[in-house]
């Protein structure tokens, strides 16, 4: 049975970093391509970043380029979510998630497997 769990989130000031992991077991996705999604109070859930099964190719949401930095260890099973300046919007509870598809385009990502999330709250 395919698990996702999330772990990092928490309660930081404007500003602030914080970096997610997302471990991956009961098969290996070193062919799969993975990502972040999010979803704030409120709001439908959104994509954040997704990063290729070779972990040399990135897709970033607008609202994050610059800021968040999507990485992978496939020896590890697990992706990781860099987050610098920290702003109160970023407020979210944020998912992992993983392709089924193997060997796609990064900018084809499309979620198949999720995670239970973390929540990242911004404060002001």
């Known amino acids: 049975q395919v698990q996702l769990v999330e772990s990092g989130g928490g309660l930081v000031q404007t500003g602030d970093s914080l970096r997610l992991s997302c471990a991956a077991s009961?098969?290996?996705?070193?062919?799969?391509?993975m990502g972040w999604f999010r979803q704030a109070p409120g709001k439908e859930r959104e994509f954040v970043a997704a990063?290729?099964?070779?972990?040399?190719?990135?897709n970033y949401a607008d609202f994050v380029k610059g800021r968040f930095t999507i990485s992978r260890d496939t020896a590890k099973n697990t992706v990781y979510l860099q987050m610098n300046s920290l702003k109160p919007e970023d407020t979210a509870v944020y998912f992992c998630?993983?392709?089924?598809?193997?060997?796609?385009?990064?900018?084809?990502?499309?979620?198949?497997?999720w995670g239970q999330g973390t929540q990242v709250t911004v404060s002001s």
């Open positions: 998630a993983v392709d089924r598809r193997s060997h796609t385009m990064v900018k084809l990502f499309t979620a198949g497997y």
């Open positions: 990063i290729s099964w070779t972990g040399t190719m990135t």
């Open positions: 009961g098969r290996t996705f070193s062919s799969n391509a």
